[in-house]
């Protein structure tokens, strides 16, 4: 797994964190199987700022194939608590609060939002085609190029969007929020 952060601060844990080749290639099939199931009809009939095929945001809590999927996602947030944290001594629950699936197609896009006022959000891209788009960051003045098998956390709070999806082949990904409070 490789880990890049993009941070204003050296300290902050107000940062988005990035990591690549995030699952094991056997999971990753598991969880595209799942994602495509559920990406079938447009259930959210483009009311949302994600404007391509989605899910509703309970389907992915509600499948037993992605539980492992955001155990380590949760595992992975407790792990920036515990390095960037001044907190390090103390104890940390997190709840997955909602979670959804996507397929973007030929110039699909995800408009500029946030997810106030969730804690942290997430968003995993399973198979990204070429040629890529990316994530825009605007507090934080960067684009990351996307990547299959790339995990993108980062505070309920940050402004982000997707640029246009311009590939004849669909990208497909998932999305999360997890809230935190002290023990």
């Known amino acids: 797994m490789n880990l890049q952060v993009v941070q204003n601060g050296h300290s902050s844990l107000y940062a988005v964190y990035i990591f ?6 056997d999971y990753l099939s598991v969880v595209k199987d799942t994602v495509l199931k559920l990406t079938e009809k447009d259930v959210m009939d483009r009311k949302t700022n994600v404007k391509a095929t989605m ?5 992915l809590l509600e499948d037993n194939q992605t539980r492992k999927f955001f155990t380590e996602a949760m595992l992975t947030i407790d792990g920036i608590y515990q390095l960037r944290s001044c907190h390090t001594h103390e104890i940390f629950d997190y709840k997955l609060k909602d979670a959804w699936a996507m397929k973007h197609l030929n110039r699909d896009y995800t408009q500029t939002h946030m997810h106030y006022p969730t804690d942290w959000s997430g968003a995993f891209y399973i198979e990204v085609p070429q040629p890529a788009e990316r994530i825009d960051f605007l507090e934080f003045s960067r684009s990351v190029p996307l990547e299959s098998n790339m995990l993108v956390l ?14 004849e082949e669909a990208r497909l990904s998932l999305a999360f929020n997890i809230d935190v409070e002290k023990r």
Do not use: A, C, I, Q
């Open 20 to 25: 690549r080749d995030f699952l094991h290639e």
């Open 154 to 167: 980062f505070p309920g709070m940050v402004k982000h969007s997707v640029s246009p999806h311009l590939s």
């Open 55 to 59: 899910s509703n945001y309970t389907s």
